[in-house]
């Protein structure tokens, strides 16, 4: 695990998240209120995978300096915190998109 892999994550991450929110604005109806909400609990969903993100990040930083097994299963858990976090953002901005 190095910080290249990070990074490419990061791109297929931040490439995703434009796409969905993007297709989410031309798709929804914000006339009504609950489009609007579905939209904004979206974004709130995928920047809290982008926290998510950055913390496996700096966790992988912190093994790289210092490799321990603590360390490791950080790196571990952040990974997997991020991507069920990403897989509930893209799951519910597919089901804000298909449902307008």
């Not at 929804?28 to 974004?43: C, I, K, L």
């Not at 809290?48 to 321990?68: C, F, G, I, Y």
């Amino acid at each position: 695990m190095d910080l290249e892999y990070i990074a490419q994550v990061r791109h297929e991450f931040n490439t995703e998240f434009n796409t969905m929110l993007e297709t989410m604005r031309k798709n929804v109806n914000f006339r009504s209120q609950g489009g609007w909400r579905r939209y904004r609990d979206v974004q709130e969903m995928f920047c809290e995978t982008k926290k998510s993100l950055d913390l496996a990040e700096h966790a992988v930083s912190k093994s790289a300096a210092s490799p321990s097994k603590k360390n490791t299963l950080n790196v571990t858990n952040r990974l997997e915190s991020f991507n069920t976090s990403w897989h509930n953002a893209r799951e519910n901005a597919l089901i804000g998109i298909l449902r307008n």
